[in-house]
C-alpha cells in the first residue's frame, strides 16, 4: 500500500513559513545585545532584557491565543500575526529610546508566539498521521535550519555593516515569509460541540491540553539542559582557546540533523517512538560529555553533531507524540502547551545554569548536564515511555490472532 503523499505543496509552504519565523528570531537574538549596549549605553542586564522579553511575550501569546485558534481560524490567525510582525519590524527604523525598543520586541515577541503555534497547528492537520514522525521531523528541521543560519547572518551582518541592515535583512525575510502563508490553503477544523458551549466559560484546558502536558514536562527537562548550549557555548569557547571552532557549531549541528532526519522520522513511524527517543538520549549525553572535554576544534564540533542529531530529533519526536495524543479538534492547543514549555525553559534555564556556573567551571557544568539528561530518560519512561511500550506489546499479541 502506497505511503499518503508528504510533500505538498502546502507542507512545503508552512516549513517555509517556519523556517523565515525562526530566521528572524535568530538573527535578532545574536545582535539586540550587543545593538543596546552600543547605541543606548545600557547595562548587562538591559542587554539580557531587550533579547528576554521577545521569549517572555512569546510564551504569553501562546498561553492566551492557543484556545482562539480553531475558533477564528489558524490561517487567520497565522498571516494576521504575520501582517503585526512585519510592521513591528519596520517600525525598528524608528526606535530612536530604549524603551520604544522593548515595546517593539514585546509585541513582535507575542506576534512571534502566535505564528508559531498556528503553524505547528495548521502542519499538525497537513502531515498524514500515516507520517506523523516524518512528517513532524522534517518541520522541526526546518527551524534547526534557521537555529544555524539565523545567527550565521547575525554574526556576519554585525561584522560588516550596522543594526539598520539587520532590520532591513530582517524585514525582506518577514515579508518573504508573509507571502509564503497567504499562499496556503489551509482548511479550518470544527470544533466538536462541547468545545463550542465551553469556550465562553474559564477553565484550565481552555489554555493548557491535558493530554499533551506530561510529554511537555518532558520537553522542558530536555530543553533546560539545552538551553546551556545556546547561553554559554561562546564563553566556554573563548575560555577554552577555541572561539574558531565554536563560530561553526551550529552549522554542524543542523547538518547533522538534516543528515539523520529521513531515517530518524521513518523510524519512528514504523517501529515506533522508543525505538529512537532512547538512542537519541544516549547521543545527547555523549554529546554533553565530549563537549565537558573538548580540548580540540574536532571534539568541539563532533559534540556540537551528537547534541544537534540528540536534542532536535527528541524535541521534534516529543512533539509529535503531543500531536498525536491530543484530539483532533485540540492540535492547535496541544501545539500551545508544548511550545509554552519548551518555551518557559528556553526562558528560565539561562538563569538557572547561568546559577549554577557561577559554582564551578564549564566543564564540570556540562559534564553535570548529562548526569541530568540520564535523569530526562527517567522522566520520558515515567510520562510516556513505558505505556508506548505496553501498548506495542499489545498489539503486536493482537496481531497473532
Not at 547595562?43 to 492566551?64: C, H, P, T, W
Not at 555593516?161 to 535583512?169: H, N, P, T
Not at 565537558?292 to 507524540?321: D, E, K, N, P, R
Request: proline content about 3%.
Amino acid at each position: 500500500m502506497d505511503k499518503p503523499k508528504l510533500w505538498t505543496k502546502d507542507f512545503i509552504m508552512i516549513s517555509s513559513t517556519n523556517f523565515f519565523t525562526h530566521v528572524v528570531f535568530y538573527l535578532l537574538m545574536t545582535s539586540i545585545a550587543m545593538y543596546v549596549t552600543t547605541a543606548y549605553h545600557a547595562s548587562q542586564g538591559m542587554a539580557g532584557l531587550a533579547a528576554g522579553i521577545f521569549v517572555l511575550a512569546s510564551l504569553i501569546a501562546r498561553l492566551f491565543a492557543g484556545k482562539y485558534f480553531d475558533k477564528i481560524g489558524r490561517k487567520q490567525m497565522l498571516v494576521s500575526g504575520l501582517v503585526v510582525f512585519l510592521a513591528v519590524m519596520l517600525l525598528h527604523f524608528k526606535a530612536d529610546s530604549l524603551l520604544f525598543l522593548m515595546v517593539l520586541r514585546f509585541i513582535q515577541g507575542a506576534m512571534h508566539g502566535v505564528i508559531t503555534t498556528a503553524a505547528g497547528a495548521i502542519v499538525a492537520d497537513i502531515i498524514p498521521n500515516e507520517r506523523r514522525g516524518e512528517g513532524t521531523g522534517y518541520y522541526a528541521t526546518s527551524m534547526n535550519l534557521a537555529m544555524a543560519i539565523g545567527p550565521f547572518l547575525g554574526i556576519l551582518i554585525t561584522r560588516f555593516a550596522d543594526f539598520q541592515m539587520i532590520v532591513l535583512v530582517s524585514s525582506i525575510i518577514a515579508f518573504i515569509d508573509l507571502i509564503s502563508a497567504i499562499l496556503l490553503s489551509v482548511p479550518k477544523p470544527a470544533p466538536a460541540n462541547a468545545q463550542v458551549k465551553e469556550m465562553a466559560r474559564f477553565k484550565v484546558k481552555d489554555y493548557f491540553e491535558p493530554a499533551a502536558v506530561p510529554i511537555s514536562g518532558a520537553v522542558f527537562a530536555v530543553t533546560l539542559a539545552y538551553s546551556s548550549v545556546l547561553s554559554f557555548l561562546s564563553l566556554y569557547a573563548r575560555d577554552i582557546g577555541l572561539t574558531g571552532a565554536a563560530t561553526y557549531f551550529f552549522l554542524v549541528y543542523a547538518a547533522a540533523l538534516v543528515i539523520t532526519r529521513p531515517f530518524t522520522g521513518r523510524w519512528f513511524d514504523e517501529r515506533g517512538e522508543n525505538v529512537v527517543v532512547y538512542p537519541l538520549f544516549i547521543l545527547l549525553i555523549a554529546g554533553f560529555v565530549l563537549l565537558s572535554q573538548a580540548h580540540s576544534g574536532w571534539m568541539l564540533l563532533l559534540s556540537g553533531a551528537l547534541i544537534g542529531i540528540g536534542y532536535g530529533t527528541v524535541q521534534s519526536s516529543f512533539q509529535a507524540i503531543a500531536i498525536q495524543l491530543s484530539p483532533p479538534n485540540r492540535k492547535a492547543l496541544a501545539t500551545s502547551t508544548f511550545f509554552i514549555f519548551l518555551d518557559l525553559a528556553s526562558g528560565s534555564g539561562p538563569y538557572l545554569l547561568g546559577t549554577v556556573a557561577g559554582l564551578m567551571d564549564f566543564r564540570m557544568l556540562y559534564l553535570a548536564i548529562s548526569g541530568w539528561v540520564v535523569l530526562c530518560i527517567a522522566v520520558y519512561y515515567a510520562v510516556h515511555g513505558r505505556k508506548a511500550a505496553a501498548s506495542k506489546n499489545t498489539t503486536a499479541a493482537e496481531s497473532k490472532f
